[in-house]
């Protein structure tokens, strides 16, 4: 920004006749300031105050790594359980007409309104040895509760509305017209399917599943119930940092932190990547 | 959600090709596989708050949430969203006219800073107010040293509560009012009126549903944030334990019945919630309709 604003070719903003441009932008740069981008960044400089050596120390730590392998790795195949039943049920809700509908449509925002820790305790009464579905798996030798399974049934929970309220609104929008022109074609409907519908639904099932990852990765309330939380087997990222910042280990709390912040910020940029790619192979 | 256009489907008769829809059996096997799906995963945790709460009859449930503590963790939560809720309502409307009627550099930008909060987990949305105002903080030895509590009291769980909720009122309002565009204002203040008569007779009324809309999620997110609220209150009881902390307590205490209690309370607010948003997207479906999905 060498030019002076009177300039032509550049204007920090457009004309307007409508007033309060700068109280608005003011007040909502200066709030977002201080409650997010102050705070943030203050975490930002600790854990680069820290040193190499020390950071690496952390990173490095077994148990820090287990921690995110779970973390990530639960929260991947939470989010694929719901990119199958997640479109299932939107497919079912867009295209199916059935008694009740507007009422499991609704249920599906269930898990953005219930409390994380409601979930979780329920989820672990229900999962556990003696508990309702528990008593149906142990037969089976299927144990949920206090396992790394465990943290894949909270997140699933969790992330479901993320994947079926972004494929929703563009399965609404597909044009049967292009189901009939592929159909009069020969086309059967698994191929119709495959072909046709799939391909338009592709960046909005990859958003979806971006956002129940990246929500499943940070999660906490929900999941310490269930995990069980036994170190190296199924304690996740985020209750590393609480422990740590309990041993009043702030360094060590901060680089986890900061690591977790990298990592998702890399899965966001790989995603927008795919996203792009999809949008292009698709068209 | 139920726009006419969908309606038009709606007779999956003979008259349709058999190829652009399933046939009935595998009509039927998807919806059970959705319905068992949504069955497990959702109706199952909510039905067994309530069965827990009620195990040991009506009288030890009332008796569990008369409890001091209980009632305490419920005024806390009351106060904390009594504060946070408002301020990012106020937010939420002036970044939502900043972005929404004016054309600016960096529009994008700031749009994608806004949402931030949700791609940090709730538990880094505490940790950082911890590394600013602890004991260790940046801050924590002028706080001390001028008797500042702001960790492990309640304006640290506001600050928590305000980081984790902050986009929702915003995320709301922005994309409802970059649909209305400048028209009604600019009207207005060509017959006269000042900026704050546009907003309070123009504006607020054009955009009140979605406001609605956004503070009733704003709201549950502030009442039932864990991870956040779980890093900077220091779990203080009856003085700095809100009622999802509250749920927490009592559960690992093995008192079942006095968790799912408390936790019965958030579960109703969570079905209200829904009730609400529904009744909302049911009348006002389309001027919502592009503020839907999330």
Redesign the interface.
Known sequence: MTTAPAQAGW????P??????G???G???A??TL??????S??IW?SASLGWADFWAIAGDRRTINALEISFGTAFLAAAVNVV?GT??A??L?????PGR?I????????????????G???T??YAPN???GKLLMPLGIKVAYTPLGIV?AL??IG?PFVV??VQ?IM?EID?EV??A???LG???FQ?ITRVLFPGLAPAIITGFSLAF?RG?????SVI?IAGNLPYKSEIA??L??IR?EE?N?PA??AI?AI??AL?FVM?LVVNLVQTWSRKRYG | ???P??KS??P?HESR???????RPA?AV??A???V??G???????I??FH?ALAKGIGAYTQALGEPDARSAIRLTLLVAAISVPLNV??GI??A??IA?????GKAF?TT??D??F??????SG??????F?A?G?LGEWLKAHGVQILFAVPGIV?AT??VT?PFVARELIPLMQEQG?GD??AA??LGA??WQ??WYVTLPNVKWGLLYGVL?CN?RA?????AV??VSGHIRGLTNT???H??IL?NEYN?VG??AV?SL??E???V???L??LLE?RYGAELAAT???
């Open positions: 204007r920090f903003r457009q307007s006749v409508i007033p309060g441009f109280l608005t932008l007040f909502s740069l709030y977002l409650i997010i981008l102050i705070p943030l203050g975490l600790r039943f299932l049920v497919w079912v867009v295209r199916y007409r059935f507007r499991v449509d609704a249920m599906v925002d269930l898990p953005f309104a219930l409390p994380t820790a409601v979930a305790i329920a989820l009464t229900l508990g309702w579905i049934v699933v929970f479901l309220r972004t609104p609404e049967k189901e009939e592929a159909a009069t086309a059967s409907r119709i990246a990765v940070g999660e906490y309330g119930f985020p209750l940092i609480v910042l009043y702030y709390a901060t932190a977790m912040l998702s966001l | 959600m139920a726009d256009e969908i489907y709606e999956y090709s058999a190829a652009v829809t399933e046939s009509q998807l919806m596989i959705a319905f799906f949504l497990v995963f959702l109706l199952l945790p909510l067994i708050v827990e106020v937010f002036s970044a006219w900043a009627k004016f054309e600016f550099k700031l800073l806004i931030l909060p791609s940090v987990s709730p538990v880094i940790l950082v107010y911890v590394l600013l602890g260790q940046l600050l305000v980081f902050f400048n204002e600019e203040l060509s000042n900026g546009t907003f999620l549950a009442m039932g944030e864990f991870g779980s890093v009622m999802p902390l749920v927490e559960y079942a968790a799912f936790a958030l579960a607010l969570a079905l919630t829904l009730v948003k529904t049911m839907r999905g999330h």
